[in-house]
């Protein structure tokens, strides 16, 4: 680690007073040293991590981390302050804070001995001898492993030592505590078993938190007397557990933020599914856990299968966030049929017109030779895809609320949903039903015998057949009245009303730019749609989403076009693609300017957002097709007008975000964002990651 930190990156007097004053504090000692190209960049980066979870942890530590395009080799800075700075831990400020920053490419070695380091600061000793160590050098040596940071009589130095880096490149440790006889000792009997658990720990960065974690579940087992081997699966890649380990296991714990790979190789066991924090800040508490369920024979009836929401998170979690979590795993399942069926009928009406939709089946009728024939075949394949819709929304909410047992009574319910006209609402209430039909299925103790059948045979059947039973005859009716009584309210608005109406949805699209509140105007949008003949409301609607999703990207390229000096280099970068994305109506191309300047690029893209989608209500323009931006502009009622619409809500976004950048004070000493100085080098600049919606 002799190149990754010296004393020129240690401040034992951070004078900061919040996070982002120390992780630019630190950053710009990485500056000095070359290590960094570009401050502010590298900083959107970090802020960017921060926003996925807050890196605080119990204990005083505060490690703010990324991996960015703009650190040119793997680098800490340390940092030391009295009074503390909240980095969002349970109980209270950090005031041990170190800066790690990762190469975009960095190299498995270097990944390694930030991974030892990551373990080290579960160590008491260590981050004692942090806190009392009386200068910038020895700091850094303590760091390095180079000064031992327990007494002179401990030869357990808890510095980062080359036998840790040799045990986490390994990707999998084993600790056990069950050893206390000597081994050349011979027991007079044959010692009872110890508990037995596997566990996985992996986190959205893969540098710290997943080692941490680990860490402090092995500490954990050693004092409760379990064997505990741990699979961290990090940036410098993993390891798997031996399969024989995984089948003699009693429990596992996962402890991650991000999907766990391979999860199918640990059905079957007592299983706590938590966040990576709950395993760094209460790992006795999980290991109690697993334990219990292990000996009320809790285990997993099929494989836990990493869904896309990975519906375990931190104790105590809402039922609203669980409720957002389960309604959008239906909804980012349902999106690709949407797209790939929407663009097919568009594609079929572009080619055929508009009465292709009363062509006949082209299994009876397609002539090879003729336009309106391969119309009709696409315009039939999107139907098909169309009628996925429903019932994808409704199987995969019930996946994201009780895994794979929830498909097949989510799927059949969202298939009666459509056969008695119950539409998009009826989707969420059979997803909602049947994931808590099979989870309470699920809570049934079940003879060891039958478990083998359960996934297969008995919860498919009886969640399949009480699912189908409430929505035939108890809520199905009142649910399809409610979608009919919401479509003629729709059909009716005009005036006033359909253009607050877009300006809500205008709101809506670029709120958070391809999350949760997004989506949800997205798919209200796309439900209209998605029958064979949508009535002119529901495609003014489509239209108006459409059109302001495209406004953030578009704007920001617009912006970074005249005013380039108010970003920095990689801003001026992205701004190039967002030209692109946000004509294809991929409202994600405004997220690295979203995470570097939240509070005016939110705002501003919510106005011109806004102004769009009235604007577009207001001209009366129509969408047939869900996707596409421009490239649909054919298929789009009162064209003209709708491409003045977006032109406008694009302009105002883009005046919005120059005037607050403008306003922007200077820091005093550092260059501005588009200055010579904070540019990367050529062979460091380029287009930023897009941080996931």
């Given at each position: 680690?002799?190149?990754?930190?010296?004393?020129?990156?240690?401040?034992?007097?951070?004078?900061?007073?919040?996070?982002?004053?120390?992780?630019?504090?630190?950053?710009?000692?990485?500056?000095?040293?070359?290590?960094?190209?570009?401050?502010?960049?590298?900083?959107?980066?970090?802020?960017?991590?921060?926003?996925?979870?807050?890196?605080?942890?119990?204990?005083?530590?505060?490690?703010?981390?990324?991996?960015?395009?703009?650190?040119?080799?793997?680098?800490?800075?340390?940092?030391?302050?009295?009074?503390?700075?909240d980095?969002?831990?349970?109980?209270?400020?950090?005031?041990?804070?170190?800066?790690?920053?990762?190469p975009a490419?960095?190299?498995?070695?270097h990944?390694?001995?930030?991974?030892?380091?990551?373990?080290?600061?579960?160590?008491?000793?260590?981050?004692?001898?942090?806190?009392?160590?009386?200068?910038?050098?020895?700091?850094?040596?303590?760091?390095?492993?180079?000064?031992?940071?327990?007494?002179?009589g401990?030869?357990?130095?808890?510095?980062v030592?080359?036998?840790?880096?040799?045990?986490?490149?390994?990707?999998?440790?084993?600790s056990?505590?069950?050893?206390?006889?000597?081994?050349?000792?011979?027991p007079?009997?044959?010692?009872?078993?110890?508990?037995?658990?596997?566990?996985?720990?992996?986190?959205?960065?893969?540098?710290?938190?997943?080692?941490?974690?680990?860490?402090?579940?092995?500490?954990?087992?050693?004092?409760?007397?379990?064997?505990?081997?741990?699979?961290?699966?990090?940036?410098?890649?993993?390891?798997?557990?031996?399969?024989?380990?995984?089948?003699?296991?009693?429990?596992?714990?996962?402890?991650?933020?991000?999907?766990?790979?391979?999860?199918?190789?640990?059905?079957g066991?007592?299983?706590?599914?938590?966040?990576?924090?709950?395993?760094?800040?209460?790992?006795?508490?999980?290991?109690?856990?697993?334990r219990?369920?292990?000996a009320?024979?809790?285990?997993?009836?099929?494989?836990?299968?990493?869904t896309?929401?990975?519906?375990?998170?931190?104790?105590?979690?809402?039922?609203?966030?669980?409720?957002?979590?389960?309604?959008?795993?239906?909804?980012?399942?349902?999106?690709?049929?949407?797209?790939?069926?929407?663009l097919?009928?568009?594609?079929?009406?572009?080619?055929?017109?508009?009465?292709?939709?009363?062509?006949?089946?082209?299994?009876?009728?397609?002539?090879?030779?003729?336009?309106?024939?391969?119309?009709?075949?696409?315009?039939?394949?999107?139907?098909?895809?169309?009628?996925?819709?429903?019932?994808?929304?409704?199987?995969?909410?019930?996946?994201?609320?009780?895994?794979?047992?929830?498909?097949?009574?989510?799927?059949?319910?969202?298939?009666?949903a459509?056969?008695?006209?119950?539409?998009?609402?009826?989707?969420?209430?059979?997803?909602?039903?049947s994931?808590?039909?099979?989870?309470?299925?699920?809570?049934?103790?079940?003879?060891?015998?039958?478990?083998?059948?359960?996934?297969?045979?008995?919860?498919?059947?009886?969640?399949?057949?009480?699912v189908?039973?409430?929505?035939?005859?108890?809520?199905?009716?009142?649910?399809?009245?409610?979608?009919?009584?919401m479509?003629?309210?729709?059909s009716?608005?005009?005036?006033?009303?359909?253009?607050?109406?877009?300006?809500?949805?205008?709101?809506?699209?670029?709120?958070?730019?391809?999350?949760?509140?997004?989506?949800?105007?997205?798919?209200?949008?796309?439900?209209?749609?998605?029958?064979?003949?949508?009535?002119?409301?529901?495609?003014?609607?489509?239209?108006?989403?459409?059109?302001a999703?495209?406004?953030?990207?578009?704007?920001?390229?617009?912006?970074?076009?005249?005013?380039g000096?108010?970003?920095?280099?990689?801003?001026?970068?992205?701004?190039?693609?967002?030209?692109?994305?946000?004509?294809?109506?991929?409202?994600?191309?405004?997220i690295?300017?979203?995470?570097?300047?939240?509070?005016?690029?939110?705002?501003?893209?919510?106005?011109?957002?806004?102004?769009?989608?009235?604007?577009?209500?207001?001209?009366?323009?129509?969408?047939?097709?869900?996707?596409?931006?421009?490239?649909?502009?054919?298929?789009?009622?009162?064209?003209?007008?709708?491409?003045?619409?977006?032109?406008?809500?694009?302009?105002v976004?883009t005046?919005?975000?120059?005037?607050?950048?403008?306003?922007?004070?200077?820091?005093?000493?550092?260059?501005?964002?588009?200055?010579?100085?904070?540019?990367?080098?050529?062979?460091?600049?380029?287009?930023?990651?897009?941080?996931?919606?």
């Amino acid at each position: 680690m002799s190149d990754m930190i010296t004393a020129d990156l240690v401040d034992l007097d951070l004078s900061a007073d919040t996070k982002e004053a120390a992780a630019r504090a630190l950053a710009e000692r990485m500056v000095a040293q070359g290590r960094v190209t570009d401050l502010e960049g590298f900083l959107a980066d970090v802020a960017a991590r921060e926003a996925q979870m807050p890196t605080g942890l119990d204990g005083g530590i505060g490690i703010p981390h990324c991996r960015s395009e703009h650190v040119t080799e793997p680098t800490l800075a340390f940092g030391r302050s009295a009074p503390g700075i909240d980095f969002g831990a349970a109980d209270g400020p950090a005031d041990l804070i170190f800066l790690i920053a990762a190469p975009a490419g960095a190299d498995d070695a270097h990944l390694t001995i930030l991974s030892s380091l990551a373990r080290q600061l579960m160590n008491a000793e260590f981050t004692a001898a942090l806190r009392s160590v009386g200068d910038a050098g020895a700091a850094a040596a303590l760091i390095r492993g180079e000064e031992p940071a327990a007494s002179d009589g401990d030869e357990d130095s808890v510095a980062v030592s080359a036998a840790a880096s040799a045990e986490t490149a390994t990707g999998s440790t084993a600790s056990s505590a069950t050893s206390g006889v000597e081994s050349d000792e011979t027991p007079s009997a044959e010692p009872e078993r110890p508990f037995r658990i596997v566990a996985v720990t992996s986190c959205p960065t893969g540098i710290a938190h997943t080692y941490m974690a680990a860490e402090s579940l092995e500490n954990a087992g050693r004092e409760a007397g379990v064997e505990i081997a741990v699979e961290t699966q990090g940036s410098a890649g993993f390891t798997r557990l031996d399969p024989a380990v995984i089948e003699a296991a009693d429990g596992v714990i996962f402890a991650h933020d991000v999907p766990v790979r391979d999860k199918d190789r640990f059905a079957g066991k007592a299983t706590v599914d938590t966040g990576v924090k709950a395993a760094i800040n209460r790992p006795g508490e999980l290991i109690t856990e697993v334990r219990g369920k292990a000996a009320r024979g809790e285990v997993t009836s099929a494989s836990p299968g990493a869904t896309p929401v990975e519906r375990g998170g931190e104790p105590g979690e809402g039922y609203g966030t669980k409720l957002r979590k389960w309604l959008m795993s239906g909804v980012s399942y349902m999106v690709p049929f949407v797209a790939a069926g929407g663009l097919l009928i568009a594609l079929g009406f572009a080619i055929g017109g508009y009465e292709i939709n009363k062509a006949p089946s082209v299994m009876d009728h397609f002539v090879w030779s003729q336009a309106d024939s391969w119309a009709a075949l696409l315009f039939q394949i999107g139907g098909v895809a169309f009628g996925f819709l429903v019932p994808v929304l409704a199987g995969y909410i019930a996946y994201g609320m009780a895994d794979r047992p929830g498909l097949v009574p989510g799927f059949v319910g969202g298939s009666i949903a459509l056969t008695i006209n119950a539409g998009f609402l009826g989707g969420l209430a059979a997803g909602l039903i049947s994931g808590a039909v099979v989870m309470a299925i699920q809570r049934v103790r079940i003879p060891a015998a039958l478990r083998g059948i359960m996934p297969v045979v008995v919860i498919p059947l009886i969640s399949s057949a009480v699912v189908g039973f409430l929505m035939f005859v108890v809520i199905g009716k009142p649910i399809a009245s409610a979608q009919k009584a919401m479509t003629d309210w729709l059909s009716g608005l005009s005036g006033a009303n359909a253009v607050l109406l877009g300006a809500l949805l205008g709101l809506m699209m670029c709120f958070d730019l391809g999350g949760p509140v997004n989506k949800v105007a997205y798919a209200f949008a796309t439900a209209g749609i998605a029958v064979s003949d949508p009535s002119d409301s529901a495609m003014k609607i489509m239209a108006a989403v459409m059109a302001a999703g495209m406004v953030p990207p578009l704007a920001m390229a617009l912006a970074t076009t005249v005013r380039g000096r108010l970003f920095n280099a990689a801003e001026r970068e992205n701004g190039k693609a967002a030209w692109v994305l946000g004509a294809s109506f991929i409202s994600e191309g405004a997220i690295p300017f979203a995470a570097a300047d939240p509070l005016r690029v939110i705002p501003s893209s919510m106005v011109g957002g806004a102004l769009t989608g009235a604007l577009s209500m207001a001209f009366g323009a129509t969408l047939r097709a869900p996707h596409g931006g421009i490239f649909v502009v054919p298929l789009i009622g009162n064209p003209l007008l709708y491409l003045v619409a977006i032109a406008a809500g694009v302009c105002v976004t883009t005046a919005l975000v120059i005037v607050l950048k403008g306003l922007r004070k200077q820091a005093p000493g550092t260059a501005a964002p588009g200055s010579g100085d904070a540019a990367p080098s050529a062979s460091t600049a380029g287009t930023k990651e897009p941080v996931a919606a």
